[in-house]
T-cell receptor, first 115, second 111 residues
């Protein structure tokens, strides 16, 4: 299957700092990428849909100024958690659609811990 | 009622058993059906991808879709401890690319 690379796999930061997570499609171009959040023993919660060259579409309840998404190329989307607080601590996962197969592949996830 | 229902488990089976994982859904527009496996602290991995009704087999895994009953299944033969993970079903319609996920079933295969 197609490969989606996500970095870093884990990050610890101080409260008030910003953290950037990268998501790359390694062997295909992805016009659409998705960002999810997952709490322990819970399912995936879609945060936003990222389209190359345009603004991301955020799900209800997700603060767009807190979670900045940039999809500047067909192989790279980034999620920046701005002014992180302990309640932002979570497992963040990106995914990308492999066109024309239209299959969704996930990155390996990023565990964010905000102290 | 959720669009996609999936028993959260946990489902505990002995090694070598046949495992049956299931999802039901309410939206008749769903045409594409997927099963993902997620290990703890990892991203989901695509296991099976099927279109419309029917069966699909890949090694020890068999996916079944019954659109008339709005019911999909994943069977795992000769289950191994390494199959212990959370299994997520997902589905979408023809138009658009947004997936609707089940809540996931946690499977434990004991040696």
């Amino acid at each position: 299957g197609a490969v989606v690379s996500q970095h870093p796999s884990w990050v610890i930061c101080k409260s008030g700092t910003s953290v950037k997570i990268e998501c790359r499609s390694l062997d295909f171009q992805a016009t659409t990428m998705f960002w999810y959040r997952q709490f322990p023993k819970q399912s995936l919660m879609l945060m936003a849909t990222s389209n190359e060259g345009s603004k991301a579409t955020y799900e209800q309840g997700v603060e767009k100024d807190k979670f900045l998404i940039n999809h500047a190329s067909l192989t790279l989307s980034t999620l920046t958690v701005t002014s992180a607080h302990p309640e932002d601590s979570s497992f963040y996962i990106c995914s990308a659609i492999d066109n024309p197969n239209e299959k969704l592949f996930f990155g390996s996830g990023t565990q964010l811990s905000v102290l | 009622q959720k669009e996609v229902e999936q028993d959260p488990g946990p489902l505990s089976v002995p090694e070598g058993a046949i495992v049956s994982l299931n999802c039901t859904y309410s939206n008749s527009a769903f045409q594409y059906f997927m099963w993902y496996r997620q290990y703890s602290r990892k991203g989901p991995e695509l296991l099976m991808y099927t279109y419309s009704s029917g069966n699909k087999e890949d090694g020890r895994f068999t996916a079944q879709v019954d659109k008339s009953s709005k019911y999909i299944s994943l069977f795992i033969r000769d289950s191994q401890p390494s199959d212990s993970a959370t299994y997520l079903c997902a589905m979408r319609g023809v138009a658009g690319n947004m997936l609707t996920f089940g809540g996931g079933t946690r499977l434990m295969v004991k040696p």
